[in-house]
């Protein structure tokens, strides 16, 4: 069964540097989220991504964040200048088309900022 | 705007019992509503879904949510726990138009003792 997928597993940092978290889809699908979920929090959403540009984004998602899809397969979110509060799992998702629902989740990537 | 509110932090019932997990939301136009299950170190998994259609909605693993309007509820049951039920539930709202974000309550932790 096609499922997402997330690499790395678990990132450290060092404050002030940059990450990129890498996903890759469900090949057949159009959309694209992360959200994140910091520890013992509930899941928050980040940013929706179609037809290759930023369709929604939440007011977490500011000019740190990007997000970028940079071949037919890899979707990407970048931090330019990590803080120790971006430490959380970033979870990729993605939706096959307009009238489907599901939402599939990747396993997470743990983000650990010292 | 959308949310959704998960009563109890957690919920402790012995194997056999019935599991009755609680979610109200809140939505200004008609919603899809899921129920995601997480276990540890895992990502989210779609237990089931909402999508207007049948109220009385079945999922995974034998579990099962009704959709109330009047109530604004979408709780799961399951008849009879089981000790590899122990995670955490989310409950989780989105639009039926746009690019369809979810929004998350903030999780229930099933626990099971035998």
């Known amino acids: 069964e096609p499922e997402v997928t997330q690499t790395p597993s678990h990132q450290v940092t060092q404050m002030g540097q940059e990450v990129i978290l890498r996903c890759v889809p469900i090949?057949?699908?159009?959309?694209f989220y992360w959200y994140r979920q910091i520890l013992g929090q509930k899941v928050e959403f980040l940013v929706s991504?179609?037809?290759?540009?930023?369709?929604?984004k939440s007011e977490i998602f500011d000019d740190q964040f990007s997000v970028e899809r940079p071949d037919g397969s890899n979707f990407t979110l970048k931090i330019r200048s990590t803080k120790l509060e971006d430490s959380a799992m970033y979870f990729c998702?993605?939706?096959?088309?307009?009238?489907?629902?599901?939402?599939?989740f990747g396993p997470g990537t743990r983000l650990t900022v010292t | 705007a959308q949310s959704v509110t998960q009563l109890g932090s957690h919920v402790s019932v012995s194997e056999g019992a019935l599991v009755l997990l609680r979610c109200n939301y809140s939505s200004s136009v008609p919603p899809y509503l899921f129920w995601y299950v997480q276990y540890p170190n895992q990502g989210l998994q779609l237990l089931l879904k909402y999508t207007s259609a049948a109220t009385l909605v079945k999922g995974i693993n034998g579990f099962e949510a009704e959709f109330k309007k009047s109530e604004t509820s979408f709780h799961l049951t399951k008849p009879s726990a089981h000790m590899s039920d122990a995670a955490e539930y989310f409950c989780?709202?989105?639009?039926?138009?746009?690019?369809?974000?979810?929004?998350f309550g903030t999780g229930t932790r099933l626990l099971v003792s035998p």
């Open positions: 989780a709202v989105n639009r039926n138009t746009g690019f369809q974000k979810l929004v």
């Open positions: 998702a993605s939706r096959l088309r307009d009238y489907s629902y599901e939402q599939y």
């Open positions: 991504f179609y037809n290759n540009e930023i369709s929604e």
């Open positions: 090949s057949n699908h159009l959309y």
